[in-house]
């Protein structure tokens, strides 16, 4: 499974700054964009990019999906896959509960399942607007009405292909069961993906009469980049603050723990409850970025990237690549060998 495309990960900017950023990430060399969704939506960034640079591969990574109904979902990716002529991703996620409860005001309860029967309605809606008939009656949502002045309508493109962000053995495994592909998570380093991701998602396809080869694998990557350790040393310093905001989270433990590094949550937790976020930060040692973390010479990146990942993404994600317009045009250069290879 080689690394065929190369996008770019931001968090959603203000809308009038989006166009001239999709257009310098195209221009650069990137095959794509992904828009996290934190405090602004992805969707309208897509929407923006999609525009402004023609061609260019957007997708949501992730969308947060329980706050909109699956209808709501389907409706926005489908006018954004028409949009960039078959060029979008609609990503997917659960967020945790503390979000979804006390900041959306939505239910969380029984999320993997529920995940699962949302990304089966978001297609059954899919269907719909190409037939005018919407039937899916799942465990969470039932959805059988729709009319010709609510459909959307047939597109001239193919469906949205709709990704799932999947951590644990379970997710990872209904990802490939109903998605058509698996966003991993930025801790997701070689051994758990060959350990956990490539079997679990061999499992899901087989469930579903498919090919692992047919589930992409998106994996972002964080890089520490420079031809001299002074270089390097701003990119590893922001690369050990993500890598503690990421391993703070419970749930994500056992990935640390598996690859050598146990109970790094629990002292990175210990810290965020005194407050001391460079404490937290502190907690990511260096033998945590060699492991996490790719770093190299600008001349060796894309060979570094490809030892790592290239047999088993189907997507790398570049996880800061933006620090500025020459770093980004840097990188562009590493994306497209990578993709040329």
Known sequence: MPIVHVDVMTTPQPLQQTGGLARRCQEAGFDGLLFTETGRTAYLNAAVAAQAAPGLELSTGVAVAFPRSPFVTAATAWELQEATGGNFRLGLGTQVRTHV??????????????????????????????????????????????????????????DPRVDIAAVNPWMLRMAAEVADGVHVHPLGEPGYIARHVVPKVAEGAEKSGRSPQDIALIVPVMTIVGDSDEERH??????????SFYGSTPNYAFIWDEAGFEGTTARIRERQKAGDIEGMAAQITDDHLATFATESSWDGLAEALETKYGHTATRLVLYNALADAERLERYGTVAQRLSSR
């Open 234 to 243: 701003k990119e590893r310093e922001l690369v050990r603050a993500s890598m």
């Open 101 to 158: 409860v006390r900041r959306y005001g939505v239910e969380f309860a029984h999320p993997g399942p529920r995940l699962r029967d949302y990304v089966l309605a978001v297609k059954a809606c899919f269907a719909a607007f190409r037939t005018g008939t919407l039937d899916h009656h799942g465990e969470f949502y039932d959805l059988d009405f729709i009319t010709p002045q609510w459909s959307a309508g047939p597109i001239d493109a193919p």
